[in-house]
């Protein structure tokens, strides 16, 4: 069974411009969630997404928003990139209902120059 | 607030001794708790969990204790090897579909 794949690995993107990332959960996996990772803040939690809905977000701003299709697959955006949104960003599937264990993909660093 | 914490930025152990990671939670009302393995350049990988109606949980070469009086979870690596080397983050689940994760310790295995 394939595990959480996130697209793309690495992205450079400048001030001010927009980015989408993708995840695909494991095959029967309907909760997806998002983490940022930073050296300073640790995993900090964006939004999960279970049957195209949104259930819970984090305390980040606006320009973070996310969406989850019918096939359970999650793109996540950043408009109005901000040097301090440069990240690892974490996608992780579950189950059902984010109450199970987390499988996590290996993330897509995302630099903001 | 919510939060999970670590006593312990970094850890240093020799091969073959036990490794203890030690994690304060602050929400009493959490009841499911997760230790997480971090390699370099991968995501977190499942260890070991356990639910608040337990006090200790056992898999293959790690143990969970868990104490709700203090609020504290500990992982405890047995025969610490190499490949044990990594960050570990606990993580608890308060309800409302969100997991909050520690601040992570990195642990160094000396051969």
Redesign the interface.
């Known amino acids: 069974k394939a595990g959480v794949t996130q697209t793309p690995r690495y992205l450079i993107k400048t001030r001010g411009q927009q980015v989408t990332l993708s995840c695909s959960p494991i095959s029967g996996h309907r909760s997806v969630s998002w983490y940022q990772q930073t050296p300073g803040q640790g995993l900090q939690f964006l939004f999960e997404y279970f049957s195209e809905t949104q259930r819970n977000k984090g305390n980040f701003p606006g320009r973070f928003s996310g969406r989850q299709f019918s096939n359970s697959r999650s793109e996540m955006n950043v408009s109005t990139l901000e040097l301090g949104d440069s990240a690892l960003y974490l996608c992780a599937s579950s189950l059902n209902t984010g109450s199970e264990k987390l499988f996590f993909g290996s993330g897509t660093q995302l630099s903001v120059l | 607030g919510e939060s999970v914490g670590l006593h312990l930025p970094t850890l240093s152990v020799q091969e073959g001794d036990n490794s203890i990671i030690n994690c304060a939670y602050s929400n009493s009302a959490s ?2 708790f ?1 230790w ?1 393995k971090q390699e370099s ?6 260890i070991i ?1 356990i639910r608040s109606n337990m006090d200790k949980r056992q898999g293959q070469r790690v143990t969970v204790l868990l104490n709700k009086t203090v609020k504290h979870l500990s992982l405890q690596i047995a025969a610490t090897q190499p490949g044990d080397s990594a960050v570990y ?1 606990c ?1 608890e ?1 308060t ?10 310790t990195r642990l160094f295995v000396k051969a």
Do not use: S
Request: neutral net charge; hydrophobic residues 35%; glycine residues 24%.
């Open positions: 009841d499911y997760i997480y350049g991968k995501g977190p990988q499942f969990d983050f993580a689940y309800g409302g579909f969100k997991t909050i994760f520690g601040a992570g």
